[in-house]
């Protein structure tokens, strides 16, 4: 079990006193009352709950995920002994957010790619289907029922390289965990971003939340001129404390990291996109998708890709786990426009170490292609979407203001879309952990305004253009999209009358 996963409840006892009877069906669980029942745990599973999940290499996180017309993604079935089962994770589940993402709108496939995303650790919020479907018909269909995780609740991923001072810090502790550090001024450890007062949370992707303090020392002895550390300031850890969550190292944001990932754009030439595909054991000896032969002077190159590259993603979709035919076949399902995230053996190594995937800080990275990609909102005029996906009524009174500051990069982390037969433009894509996402926007969100000025006429285009230079922050009025059942928010799905389909995750 996670160390960090201090504070949640015993899931474990929740085990014993309740059992979900399957004769009722995921629609209308039963609950048992053992002759200890305490009200309070079932309290705790009408409403939401944070899950912290972890996977050894080669390993699954313990549940199966099925798609149940729409009721949306609920977990069938959790594998005694697993991370899902010690951290909580329920049969008849609905999984409401997959790290800072809020998801319950989303669809199926969304959300299993979302997971799969994450790497070796995730964390849902999840809520019990029959609980969900109760909150629903009492508060309407456009309820969000996911609590929003903001900036609040990031840990930070520090890493301190050691100078003549040392790394710059000393250790509080009593005879073991949980560490505090007591920063040197000017040191390595805050110049790398660890905060004052921050709690000791990992060193090289290790937890020490229960090492005695001679443990902490030969590990940060055994990690040489350099370590990475996983640290919350106290700000951080209250705010966790307060949402009754882990302090979840998927949520983290990088601060002087040694390396990242890479966001190629690749343009095909007439003699091709000038690289080879090839599927070879990784560092951790599971089969990759790799990138060689890149010629000189051809588009691959041209775009910064190196021999011996590993791929992790295709149009920001993760290809982890997938065979190598089926990730050509993304690739070229991509046109002569393609975009790759990518890693070189350092950054492989990196993220191997600190068991975190690329993906989650890629948002950094990202370098816009132009003023009008820098707020990532490229307008599309989508011409071939149904007629009910063009109808959508807004939520009444549902209206709200946010603000967003840049990432680094200069992104947002959000892409609008319009539909040709109706003025509304909405946000069609929210990028993981990006500015956006963490002040809630989501996707089917109707742009009202943009730092005052009105949408919904003939020149939002050329607003955007104008908008996408000016100084942040990025002013928003949003109206969400009313979810009615789940039409609204999840894409048409052929074949409602299909078998239903679970995926171990």
């Known amino acids: 079990m996670e160390a960090a996963t201090a504070g949640l409840r015993d899931t474990a006892s929740l085990t014993r006193k309740f059992e979900f009877n399957p004769k009722w069906g995921i629609d209308n669980p039963v609950l048992s009352l053992a002759e200890d029942f305490d009200p309070s745990d079932l309290q705790c599973l009408q409403r939401p709950r944070f899950c912290l999940l972890s996977k050894e290499e080669g390993r699954s996180f313990g549940f199966h995920l099925q798609e149940l017309g729409r009721a949306g993604p609920v977990v069938c079935r959790v594998d005694p002994g697993t991370s899902a089962q010690y951290q909580g994770v329920r049969e008849g589940d609905r999984i409401l957010g997959v790290n800072d993402r809020v998801v319950e709108c989303e669809d199926y496939a969304v ?7 994450s790497g070796p650790r995730v964390l849902l919020t999840v809520l019990a289907q029959h609980v969900h479907d109760v909150a629903r018909a009492q508060q309407g269909n456009s309820a969000h029922l996911c609590p929003p995780l903001g900036p609040g609740v990031r840990p930070r991923l520090c890493h301190v390289v050691k100078d003549e001072g040392g790394f710059g810090f000393s250790v509080s502790y009593s005879h073991q965990g949980p560490f505090w550090l007591v920063l040197s001024t000017g040191g390595a450890a805050e110049r790398s971003g660890v905060p004052p007062g921050a709690r000791l949370l990992e060193v090289n992707g290790v937890s020490v939340e229960k090492f005695t303090y001679h443990q902490l020392s030969r590990k940060l002895w055994q990690s040489g001129d350099q370590v990475t550390l996983l640290v919350a300031g106290p700000e951080v850890e209250e705010r966790c404390r307060q949402l009754g969550m882990p302090l979840a190292a998927p949520l983290a944001e990088g601060w002087a990291l040694p390396t990242r990932p890479r966001r190629l754009h690749l343009k095909k030439g007439p003699q091709g996109f000038g690289f080879l595909l090839r599927e070879e054991k990784g560092l951790d000896g599971r089969p990759g998708q790799f990138l060689w032969e890149v010629d000189p002077g051809l588009p691959a190159e041209k775009a910064g890709m190196q021999a011996g590259d590993r791929l992790v993603a295709v149009a920001g979709e993760s290809v982890e786990g997938l ?47 132009s003023p009008q990609e820098t707020c990532l909102a490229s307008l599309v005029e989508t011409k071939d979407l149904p007629v ?36 509304r433009i909405f946000i069609s894509q929210v990028t993981l952990g990006g500015p956006a996402a963490q002040a809630g926007l989501q996707m089917g969100d109707v742009i009202l305004e943009v730092n005052g000025y009105p949408m ?19 002013h928003l009025k949003l109206a969400a999209r009313s979810c009615q059942g789940s039409e609204a928010c999840n894409p048409p799905r052929f074949g409602e009358d299909r078998a239903p389909v679970s995926e171990l995750l």
């Open 323 to 369: 065979g190598h035919e089926e990730t050509v076949a993304r690739i070229r399902s991509q046109g002569s426009c393609v975009s790759l995230i990518v890693v070189d053996p350092k950054a492989d190594r990196f993220f191997s170490m600190v068991r975190l995937s690329p993906l989650l800080f890629l948002e950094s990275t990202e370098a816009p292609a």
């Open 388 to 423: 009910e996906d063009t109808a959508v009524p807004l939520v009444p009174g549902g209206s709200r203001q946010c603000s967003l500051y840049p990432a680094p990069s200069g992104g947002y982390g959000f892409r609008l879309s319009c539909v040709a037969s109706e003025p």
């Open 456 to 474: 919904g006429g003939e020149n939002d285009l050329e607003k955007l253009q104008q908008l996408a230079v000016a100084e942040p922050p990025l």
């Open 111 to 117: 959300v299993v790619r979302c997971i799969q995303a």
